[in-house]
């Protein structure tokens, strides 16, 4: 029924970041590289009139089509598992480029602390720190080992930033372009947060301060403030992105193809080694398997583990034993922070989606966890994202929420209120997990992925303490009333969070306990690698994008590797 | 979503071929956009706006799309002009165009939910997991309406838009809370939608047929689509410029 195709040297499946990377690198070498995207063909050239909220923002155009495959959730065990039918907590990306068309560009590398999180929080704390159902692990691989990769992602994205952060890890090498403008807004973060004694530094952006051209040659142009990045693409080409540079790097070799609306549903397999993969053309519904010496996941963090499941690779996590590894140590974000309303007006629609002060004087152990009953924190930044009207409708307490008064007060308090975030780290539990769904499938007939996913007491206390500490800040900043997120209680699927969803195909020194080895490496199936936030054995205080981008750049040397002397890399 | 031309804005921004380097005069080109928008508030008409160039007579007629009973249409403008009214900052929900908005976004993937996961079987599940009813949101708005046309009655015996503004808040409120029955849905749900489709209505680009003359913007202080802030992203000052809209960009 299917048709075979031809062989070639790499085949990925999904082209976002990971998946141009991996092109990139590979097809530079030499090797044949297929890329298999279920969305579309777009460029820079499809974003001249993306200023267009309604359309892009609150009607998702750049995101996942539900009606074709969706994900069912639920809180607990106990719980039955339902169909996520609307986008909510979480925006799924779909066509070239991926969630690398519609990010902020806020590009952090997680901190040395994340990758050695069980060694060092039991060194410091000891064993008991947190209770056994936290099921914290080393990532298999240390910061200084990735911060070549690190260095080299940042390069190709023309990264701009300060290395002014006393917290983070030691860099090779400065950031390829200057901070962004630090706007009046910032500068108030920048004085409350230096009052209080924190050390504050511009947010390392992917919306670039001045043109530049990345070593593969690629031009990414000069950010402009419009102030419409996070769920749009850019109509400059000045927020980095992987089709205007790993994309048309990979291309430009002449050894790499994409194949649109290329939808995989399975990876072939034979024995201990995987053949290919099986796909339908969406538009006519005709079935294809593409053979491949390698095959590459490079999909989104719940599709990837979602095929490794249909497909029947690997050992399933079971969260009653604790055996298994695939779906394992599913995390999301937790997301304290705090609203100051202001008298005077302020040029809240103006922006970027990386422009933004930070503070990491409360993220990973940059403080004393001694006498508190969580572990890790949260980056705190003030960012001037472009606020927008439909969905920018900032109430101060006890203000209706429809009618005349709320009329009033949303417009009066849309130009006059800021906010201090914080992106949380995610500490995984035992019953936080994925795995498949029984009843529910997708348009290809193949199941969805179930998720299973609370938020836990070690994520409450997290909240709680940075949220005061957010507020804190936007006293200092004077905000006439501040107003903290409030305390969270169960997960909701409903209202948008984050789209920092980790874990479910986690990387690690042992094949008892993880997915992939720190290549990226399949432990049971040397000729596959599966790369993406969901090699994050927990999520750390930032954004996810630049650690992912450092993972692609070293699955791409394994697979390169691989390719040569073949065998486990590890 | 149909493609209505709203033609009072049809003239001008030959802005296709958007190069980084031409955008530094931003600030002035907004301000021949401003020269031309209305502040009438009327609906808009192609005429002296000029260069529709066939004799300027092209009125934009409104009609209905989805709804096929006014009396529904009716309980609709009252109810969202009660969640957006107008007021000394400016006009509401009604003046703003939001229930023609509403109108043709039920008509068309909005209202049937193409692009979500519509897939039995339906559960009713925990308000954590989201929207689970079979109902499309075109189905659900019009049982919405009924009902606040029944409630309407059985309160007060009168029709929806014939009641006092407090009897009618009274009403909303009743769904807001989740006190109104309704058939394969929750009333909460329904108000909740309500109330986001005004907000979108309000403050979506004019050119899906709501915040007529971008009026919602111009309260609000939002200026719409500009191509660029990069020479005014370091001021001091709240800076207050004209709207405008997306569909200027269309030559």
């Known amino acids: ?570 | 979503m149909a493609e209505k031309k709203n033609v009072s804005r049809r003239d001008f921004l030959k802005t296709s071929g958007i190069a980084a380097g031409a955008l530094v005069g931003g600030g002035i080109i907004g301000g021949v956009i401003g020269a031309n928008t209305r502040q009438d508030g009327a609906a808009p008409s192609g005429g002296e706006a000029g260069q529709s160039g066939g004799g300027g007579t092209t009125e934009a007629v409104r009609g209905l799309q989805f709804f096929k009973n006014q009396q529904e249409f009716a309980v609709l403008q009252q109810a969202t002009e009660r969640i957006f009214p107008e007021d000394d900052l400016g006009p509401g929900a009604i003046g703003l165009g939001v229930p023609f908005f509403i109108d043709h976004q039920l008509a068309g993937s909005y209202g049937e939910n193409s692009r979500e996961y519509m897939q039995p079987p339906f559960a009713e599940g925990e308000a954590t997991q989201g929207y689970q009813s079979r109902l499309k949101r075109n189905e659900l708005f019009r049982q919405g309406l009924q009902k606040m046309q029944q409630e309407a009655q059985s309160r007060f015996e009168a029709n929806f838009v014939d009641l006092e503004g407090e009897q009618m808040d009274e009403i909303l409120t009743a769904f807001q809370d989740g006190e109104v029955e309704m058939q394969g849905a929750n009333a909460q749900f329904f108000f909740r939608l309500l109330r986001q489709a005004t907000l979108n209505g309000a403050y979506a680009d004019p050119i899906y047929g709501g915040n007529q003359n971008m009026e919602a913007w111009r309260m609000k202080g939002f200026p719409g689509h500009r191509p660029s802030y990069i020479n005014e992203i370091e001021s001091e000052d709240f800076v207050e410029m004209d709207p405008h809209s997306v569909g200027d960009m269309l030559t």
């Open chain 1, 1 to 570: 029924m299917a048709t075979t195709l031809d062989k070639v040297d790499v085949v990925t499946v999904g082209v976002g970041w990971t998946g141009g990377i991996i092109a990139a690198e590979c097809a530079k070498e030499g090797l044949k590289v297929i890329g298999l995207e279920r969305g579309q063909e777009r460029s820079t050239a499809d974003y001249s009139m993306v200023h267009d909220e309604y359309r892009y923002a609150i009607r998702y155009e750049l995101m996942q089509d539900l009606s074709k495959e969706t994900i069912t959730f639920r809180n607990s065990r106990n719980q039955r598992a339902l169909p996520m039918r609307q986008m909510g907590s979480f925006l799924l990306g779909e066509g070239l480029g991926g969630a690398g068309t519609h990010w902020n560009g806020q590009n952090w590398r997680f901190l040395p602390y994340d990758f050695e999180i069980k060694s060092m929080t039991d060194d410091k704390y000891g064993a008991n720190k947190l209770p056994a159902e936290y099921t914290l692990q080393d990532w298999g691989i240390t910061y200084d080992e990735l911060e070549p990769y690190f260095d080299k992602f940042e390069k190709t994205a023309g990264i701009s930033g300060e290395d002014k952060n006393p917290f983070w890890g030691t860099r090779s090498s400065e950031y390829p372009t200057p901070p962004m403008k630090k706007t009046p807004l910032l500068q108030k973060f920048e004085t409350a947060t230096s009052n209080l004694g924190y050390t504050p530094f511009m947010m390392p952006s992917a919306n670039l301060s001045e043109a530049y051209e990345n070593p593969d040659g690629q031009q990414i142009a000069a950010c402009q403030y419009c102030g419409f990045c996070e769920r749009f693409g850019c109509e400059y080409g000045a927020k980095t992105s992987p089709e205007i540079t790993v994309v048309p790097t990979a291309r430009e070799t002449g050894n790499y193809d994409i194949r649109f609306n290329a939808n995989v549903v399975e990876v072939m397999k034979e024995g201990d080694r995987v053949t290919g993969v099986r796909y339908y053309d969406t538009v006519t519904f005709e079935e294809f398997i593409q053979p491949a010496e390698v095959v590459v996941l490079t999909s989104y963090v719940l599709n990837n583990a979602k095929l490794l499941m249909v497909s029947e690779i690997g050992e399933m996590y079971d969260p009653e034993t604790g055996n298994g590894t695939l779906g394992k140590n599913y995390a999301y974000q937790i997301l304290p922070g705090a609203s100051g309303f202001f008298d005077e007006q302020m040029n809240v629609f103006m922006g970027a989606g990386a422009l933004g002060m930070t503070i990491d004087d409360f993220n990973g152990d940059a403080f004393d966890h001694g006498d508190l009953d969580f572990i890790h924190g949260a980056s705190l930044s003030m960012t001037q994202t472009g606020s927008r009207p439909i969905a920018s409708n900032p109430l101060p307490p006890d203000t209706p929420s429809w009618g005349a008064e709320f009329k009033k007060a949303s417009i009066e308090n849309y130009t006059r209120t800021l906010s201090v975030g914080g992106q949380g780290a995610s500490i995984p539990h035992r019953d936080n997990y994925m795995t498949l769904d029984g009843t529910y499938k997708d348009a290809y007939g193949v199941p969805l992925l179930q998720l299973t996913y609370n938020f836990t007491d070690q994520d409450r206390a997290l909240h709680k303490y940075l949220t005061e500490r957010a507020a804190e800040i936007m006293q200092e900043m004077g905000a006439k009333t501040v107003v903290g997120r409030a305390p969270i209680s169960d997960y909701d699927i409903v209202p948008y969070q984050t789209t920092h969803n980790t874990g479910g195909t986690i990387m690690g020194a042992d094949p008892n306990t993880s997915v992939v080895n720190n290549y990226l490496q399949h432990w049971d199936m040397e000729n596959l690698f599966v790369v993406g936030a969901g090699n994050f054995a927990h999520n750390g205080g930032y954004n996810p994008t630049g650690t992912v981008g450092a993972l692609a750049y070293r699955c791409a040397e394994g697979v390169i590797k691989y390719s040569q002397e073949g065998g486990s890399l590890v």
